[in-house]
């Protein structure tokens, strides 16, 4: 009988002690991550012209190249109208072609009544690795897209008097950071609007980059301070994140690009695909879509309260705190 008070006590200790290490890790799992994801540091040597392609909702596949054939795969709209087209350039992370990407891309077509095309790059190495290098790489291929779509849009031609919008998902803003600095040759007016969902880049300096996406006739950036995936990313460099706020760390105020507009989520929405269905909350759902289809008129929306800076605009509608 002692015997087994003893082992039962055992065990007692033992859960014990396994739920306060799960719910330290729980509590501090940004400090956790960060302990193993790194930078990447090296190229990875396997990265060639086929790592990167372009993806439609259906899951069909095509090569970079393959701009005119992804455009015809679409079946025309009921009265021959042209139809938007969006861009979806995603963050990190393994398979973005898989079942949730495909099912992100469906979101964003019934969103903005258009359609999809995913921009797919080699955003996955290892759990240890942030592929930043990729990221570099990535630019380059994007760049090249974006030139073709340029030499689309003659009359006749697949994107004859069809807006291209672009949705840039977390580590797409290092992408678009390095393609900025890259100061590409791009016509102006190519792009309608660029939204930025939570970008994953360093907030300081972030509008001299930014200044320079003229191809883009409107950019909007969302911002959620509870994002979990920047908390990781802000322990890891040290740095504030654009995606996550627009204080940097030291408190002081970051200057903002002019040619943007900034959109406060939070506390309305914590999860890092806050702009997938089933993921966030009605105020969003309407904001987000809205901006996506009208760009800056949608900024009246009654969810969006516009703050002093001009250009910075908070989130209140339904879930919202303070309402």
Same mark, same amino acid.
């Given at each position: 009988?002692?015997?087994?008070?003893?082992?039962? !006590?055992?065990?007692?200790?033992?859960?014990?002690?396994?739920?306060?290490?799960?719910?330290?890790?729980?509590?501090?799992?940004?400090?956790?991550?960060?302990?193993?994801?790194?930078? @990447?540091?090296?190229?990875?040597?396997?990265?060639?012209? *086929?790592?990167?392609?372009?993806?439609?909702?259906?899951?069909?596949?095509?090569?970079?190249?393959?701009?005119?054939?992804? %455009?015809?795969?679409?079946?025309?709209? +009921?009265?021959?109208?042209?139809?938007? %087209?969006?861009?979806?350039?995603?963050?990190?992370?393994?398979?973005?072609?898989?079942?949730?990407?495909?099912?992100? /891309?469906? *979101?964003? &077509?019934?969103? &903005?009544?258009?359609?999809?095309?995913?921009?797919?790059?080699?955003?996955?190495?290892?759990?240890?690795?942030?592929?930043?290098?990729?990221? !570099?790489?990535?630019? *380059?291929?994007? =760049?090249?897209?974006?030139?073709? /779509?340029?030499?689309?849009?003659?009359?006749?031609?697949?994107? +004859?008097?069809?807006?291209? /919008?672009?949705?840039?998902?977390?580590?797409?803003?290092?992408?678009?950071?390095?393609? +900025?600095?890259?100061?590409?040759?791009?016509?102006?007016?190519?792009? !309608?609007?660029?939204?930025?969902?939570?970008?994953?880049? &360093?907030?300081?300096?972030?509008?001299?980059?930014?200044?320079?996406?003229?191809?883009?006739?409107?950019?909007?950036?969302?911002?959620?301070?509870?994002?979990?995936?920047? @908390?990781?990313?802000?322990?890891?460099?040290?740095?504030?994140?654009?995606?996550?706020?627009?204080?940097?760390?030291?408190?002081?105020?970051?200057?903002?690009?002019?040619?943007?507009?900034?959109?406060?989520?939070?506390?309305?929405?914590?999860?890092? $695909?806050?702009?997938?269905?089933? @993921?966030?909350? *009605?105020?969003?759902? @309407?904001?987000?879509?809205? =901006?996506?289809?009208?760009?800056?008129? +949608?900024? !009246?929306?009654? $969810?969006?309260?516009?703050?002093?800076?001009?250009?910075?605009?908070?989130?209140?509608?339904?879930?919202?705190?303070?309402?």
């Amino acid at each position: 009988m002692v015997f087994m008070r003893t082992v039962l !006590k055992g065990l007692v200790i033992i859960l014990v002690l396994l739920g306060a290490a799960s719910g330290y890790v729980w509590w501090n799992y940004a400090a956790m991550v960060t302990m193993i994801l790194k930078p @990447q540091t090296a190229a990875a040597g396997d990265i060639t012209d *086929e790592s990167f392609g372009l993806v439609t909702p259906d899951g069909k596949h095509f090569a970079l190249g393959d701009l005119e054939a992804a %455009l015809a795969s679409f079946t025309p709209s +009921a009265d021959g109208t042209p139809r938007p %087209l969006v861009l979806f350039v995603h963050g990190f992370g393994p398979d973005p072609d898989g079942e949730f990407g495909l099912y992100t /891309m469906g *979101e964003l &077509a019934k969103g &903005a009544n258009a359609d999809v095309i995913m921009f797919n790059w080699p955003s996955w190495i290892s759990m240890t690795e942030f592929p930043v290098l990729n990221a !570099k790489a990535a630019s *380059e291929r994007l =760049i090249l897209l974006l030139r073709k /779509m340029a030499g689309l849009r003659g009359p006749g031609l697949p994107l +004859a008097d069809r807006p291209v /919008m672009i949705v840039g998902h977390s580590m797409a803003g290092e992408v678009f950071r390095h393609l +900025a600095e890259a100061t590409p040759d791009l016509p102006a007016g190519l792009v !309608k609007r660029i939204l930025f969902a939570v970008p994953e880049t &360093a907030l300081p300096d972030h509008r001299l980059w930014m200044e320079k996406l003229g191809f883009a006739d409107e950019i909007f950036v969302f911002v959620n301070a509870d994002d979990p995936a920047l @908390q990781v990313t802000t322990r890891m460099y040290n740095t504030a994140r654009l995606g996550r706020t627009l204080t940097n760390l030291d408190g002081s105020a970051e200057p903002l690009a002019q040619n943007a507009n900034y959109i406060l989520l939070d506390p309305e929405s914590w999860r890092h $695909y806050f702009f997938v269905s089933g @993921q966030r909350s *009605e105020a969003i759902d @309407q904001i987000f879509a809205d =901006i996506l289809k009208n760009g800056a008129p +949608a900024l !009246k929306n009654v $969810y969006l309260r516009p703050e002093p800076a001009g250009n910075v605009f908070v989130v209140v509608g339904p879930g919202a705190e303070g309402n």
